[in-house]
């Protein structure tokens, strides 16, 4: 039993006659009788009742009519809204706290002016959980920072940022001429969640260096850590354009320390196997310009 076979069905219901659904359907008669022969038979019920050549549904007949319209509708009503989504540009894009923050709205505002009908879905979180979300095609792209080491992604690099260390204006340690690495251990450590940490150059780096820092607060967002900063004598290792807005401000600040920097790339990252939607082209493209 096909969808075809019912359409021929609903035809015979509505016409009355094998040859007047035969003529609404641009099919033959025979066409007509063979397809409602075979619904009888597979389902060995009588659908219709023969009367001076017309034909009358039976009260089973009747019930499969109901039923037959609304899997009908379904089916229209799914090839309709598949259809329409097809012709969508739609994007699942990731981004890592950073970057999600701080550049992948506009972006997104960019791939608006580019695509028409454009639709997306976003999810800002840590580097860890974007790869996972990209291996097991849950996301098409996204862009984030750190390390990527997965080898079923394709991984490009379209920028730079830089981890500083971070602390309110007034804080005790900037009394001090020189600040020295064990200097940060006598203050409470704002810290990001596990997830993002076990990245962190910066914080991997003074642990090489016999620094031992007292977390004390953890935090998953950005804003909360900034918020401990501003309100607390803790530190804490950020981002630097995600405090772009507060150093203007002046109400954080970087410590002079250590003198070495920690840059770390922005990465476009993307399964190896996934197919580059024309959507995908649009927003490398965005990205290659930005570069």
Same mark, same amino acid.
């Given at each position: 039993?096909?969808?075809?076979?019912?359409? @021929?069905? /609903?035809?015979?219901?509505?016409?009355?006659?094998?040859?007047?659904?035969? !003529?609404?359907?641009? /099919?033959? !008669?025979?066409?007509?009788?063979?397809?409602?022969?075979?619904?009888?038979?597979?389902?060995?019920?009588?659908?219709? *009742?023969?009367?001076?050549? +017309?034909?009358?549904?039976?009260?089973?007949?009747?019930?499969?009519?109901?039923?037959?319209?609304?899997?009908? *509708? =379904?089916?229209?009503?799914? &090839?309709? &809204? @598949?259809?329409?989504?097809? %012709?969508?540009?739609?994007?699942?894009?990731?981004?890592?706290?950073?970057?999600?923050?701080?550049?992948?709205?506009?972006? @997104?505002?960019?791939?608006?002016?580019? /695509?028409? #009908?454009?639709?997306?879905?976003?999810?800002?979180?840590?580097?860890?959980?974007?790869?996972?979300?990209?291996?097991?095609?849950?996301?098409?792209?996204?862009?984030?920072?750190?390390?990527?080491?997965?080898?079923?992604?394709?991984?490009?690099?379209?920028?730079? #940022? &830089?981890?500083?260390?971070?602390?309110?204006?007034?804080?005790?340690?900037?009394?001090? +001429?020189?600040?020295?690495? !064990?200097?940060? &251990?006598?203050?409470?450590?704002?810290?990001? *969640? #596990?997830?993002? +940490? %076990?990245?962190?150059?910066l914080e991997l780096y003074l642990k090489k260096?016999?620094?031992?820092? =007292?977390?004390?607060?953890?935090?998953?967002?950005?804003?909360?850590? $900034?918020?401990?900063?501003?309100?607390?004598?803790?530190?804490?290792?950020?981002? %630097?354009?995600?405090?772009?807005?507060?150093?203007?401000?002046?109400?954080?600040?970087?410590?002079?320390?250590?003198?070495? !920097?920690?840059?770390?790339?922005? +990465?476009?990252?993307?399964? $190896? #196997? $996934?197919?580059?939607? %024309?959507?995908?082209?649009?927003?490398?493209?965005?990205?290659?310009?930005?570069?």
């Amino acid at each position: 039993m096909t969808l075809h076979h019912l359409e @021929i069905f /609903l035809a015979v219901c509505r016409e009355k006659t094998t040859y007047a659904a035969a !003529q609404a359907l641009n /099919l033959s !008669q025979p066409a007509i009788s063979k397809a409602i022969t075979e619904l009888e038979k597979y389902y060995q019920v009588q659908l219709f *009742e023969r009367i001076n050549h +017309r034909l009358y549904l039976s009260s089973i007949g009747k019930e499969m009519q109901v039923r037959a319209l609304k899997i009908l *509708e =379904m089916y229209e009503e799914m &090839e309709e &809204e @598949i259809t329409r989504k097809g %012709k969508q540009n739609h994007l699942r894009i990731g981004a890592s706290l950073s970057v999600g923050t701080c550049l992948l709205p506009k972006y @997104i505002q960019k791939l608006k002016l580019e /695509l028409n #009908d454009f639709t997306y879905e976003a999810l800002v979180n840590n580097t860890s959980l974007i790869e996972s979300k990209i291996e097991n095609y849950e996301l098409d792209l996204a862009i984030v920072e750190g390390y990527v080491e997965n080898k079923n992604l394709i991984v490009k690099e379209i920028g730079e #940022d &830089e981890l500083v260390l971070v602390a309110r204006v007034n804080h005790p340690i900037f009394t001090k +001429r020189k600040i020295e690495a !064990q200097d940060l &251990e006598r203050y409470a450590f704002i810290a990001r *969640e #596990d997830g993002s +940490r %076990k990245r962190n150059q910066l914080e991997l780096y003074l642990k090489k260096q016999g620094v031992t820092l =007292m977390t004390n607060y953890s935090c998953s967002g950005v804003e909360a850590i $900034k918020q401990a900063l501003m309100y607390t004598d803790g530190i804490s290792i950020l981002s %630097k354009m995600m405090i772009e807005e507060e150093l203007k401000k002046g109400v954080l600040q970087i410590l002079p320390f250590p003198t070495k !920097q920690f840059k770390r790339s922005i +990465r476009l990252i993307y399964h $190896k #196997d $996934k197919y580059v939607s %024309k959507e995908m082209k649009v927003f490398f493209h965005l990205l290659e310009q930005q570069v």
